[in-house]
């Protein structure tokens, strides 16, 4: 804890900076440091408070003071102290980082009661593709997408600039793939129920038989574990999981970016899974096909035609992302069940590999896409450059 000789000396180096101003005014570079590590430390805090959450409640009956969600508030509540500072100083950000920033904090604060109210309505709700759910993922998309921006824009160039920008697009890997946890515990609770164990609480279990107006049997399970088709996790990994990726390795510009944000955000995944089973929470499988397809997007772009790089890679992405999944599924299942004799534990959700052609279409589109947005980027830069070459006397 800091020393009230500490917090003077903070608040005398603060307040002079409190001032109105307007989105793009020029940030002494100290304070633009602090805003950025304050997004760090806030991206944190929700990180941790989402992992613990999904897991807390494939265990418990939801509770809306549950410590996962005081964690998660706890980050959110210096989210909006810093999208106050930026919106009243005009420090740290340009107009469109602070759109972005500003709407994706509204949307997120109009969520959290509409969520409530939707658990008071409809009951347990435990899927992590419910509409209210999905208003809080969309919230953060775009309140890491305008931090994105901003430390893009104003960031000087070099090591830190490099590493914090990853960090930022692991926050953002994080945040799509966060309902897709829901399938990784999921399979992992059936594959419990199968060798005779189960994860929940017989509370939870009961409770939500009693909702689906069943006893609590294997069928129960599945519908309370696995209540989305078994396209929907590949297609959506790979159309927006993998698309991340792409727009990470693009903007950072380095060979091996879209490999280690990948890495990071599996990292983290790996770090937890031990703490919260060892304490007696449910386990989930860890994706760890992410990492394999981080690595086919790199080798994407020692292509140099942009529209030729979006085609080859998206067919390589996304059979190396199905065929990680096929062989993660296999091989740790494997492993896993000569060790405990328990089937899957870091195994995959259910693969539908027929969508393959459908995950592929989806990502090829996206990523044509962000090719042509940074061409028309790049384009504008080349002519601006050759204005002020021209008018340089």
């Known amino acids: 804890m800091k020393s009230p000789a500490s ?20 940030t002494p570079q100290d304070l633009f440091r602090v805003l950025y590590f304050g997004w760090l430390v806030a991206f944190t805090l929700k990180l941790l408070g989402s992992a613990w959450d999904v897991s807390w409640h494939f265990k418990w009956l939801r509770d809306d003071l549950a410590p996962p969600h005081l964690l998660n508030s706890a980050g959110t509540a210096i989210a909006v102290a810093l999208t106050v500072i930026h919106g009243y100083t005009g420090y740290g950000v340009d107009k469109a980082a602070l759109r972005l920033i500003q709407w994706g904090t509204g949307i997120f604060l109009v969520a959290v009661p509409l969520d409530l109210i939707n658990h008071r309505v409809n009951g347990l709700d435990i899927t992590s593709w419910s509409p209210s759910h999905i208003m809080l993922y969309l919230g953060t998309f775009f309140m890491i997408a305008g931090v994105l ?104 510009g380095r060979f091996g970016a879209a490999t280690l944000v990948a890495g990071a955000y599996v990292g983290v995944r790996t770090l937890l899974w031990p703490l919260l089973t ?20 790199d080798l994407a772009f020692l292509v140099r035609m942009p529209y030729v790089r979006a085609v080859l890679g998206s067919v390589g992405v996304t059979a190396a992302a199905y065929g990680a999944l096929v062989a993660q599924s296999a091989i740790m299942g494997g492993v896993y069940s000569a060790i405990k004799g328990q089937k899957g534990l870091l195994g995959a959700p259910p693969l539908a590999t027929s969508s393959a052609v459908w995950a592929g279409l989806g990502l090829l589109a996206v990523w044509l896409t962000v090719e042509w947005l940074a061409a028309r980027r790049r384009g504008s830069q080349t002519i601006e450059a050759r204005v002020i070459a021209t008018a340089t006397p």
């Not at 917090?7 to 020029?26: C, H, N």
């Not at 996790?233 to 698309?243: D, I, Q, R």
């Not at 386990?283 to 086919?296: H, R, Y």
């Open 278 to 297: 060892f304490t007696g929470f449910p386990p989930s499988a860890v994706p760890f096909f992410l990492v394999v397809a981080g690595l086919v997007v």
């Open 149 to 252: 921006r901003g430390w893009f824009m104003g960031a000087p160039p070099g090591r830190e600039r490099t590493v914090v920008l990853g960090a930022f697009f692991a926050f953002f890997l994080e945040n799509v793939h966060f309902p897709e946890q829901h399938q990784e515990y999921g399979i992992l609770s059936i594959g419990a129920w199968d060798n005779h164990a189960t994860y929940a609480e017989q509370i939870l279990l009961q409770f939500a038989a009693d909702q689906m107006g069943r006893p609590v049997d294997r069928a129960m399970m599945v519908a309370f574990s696995l209540p989305v088709p078994d396209l929907l996790y590949p297609v959506y990994a790979v159309v927006v999981g993998l698309s991340v990726l792409v727009v990470a390795r693009l903007l950072i």
């Open 7 to 26: 917090l003077k000396r903070a608040a005398e180096w603060a307040l002079p900076y409190w001032t109105r101003g307007q989105a793009g005014r020029e």
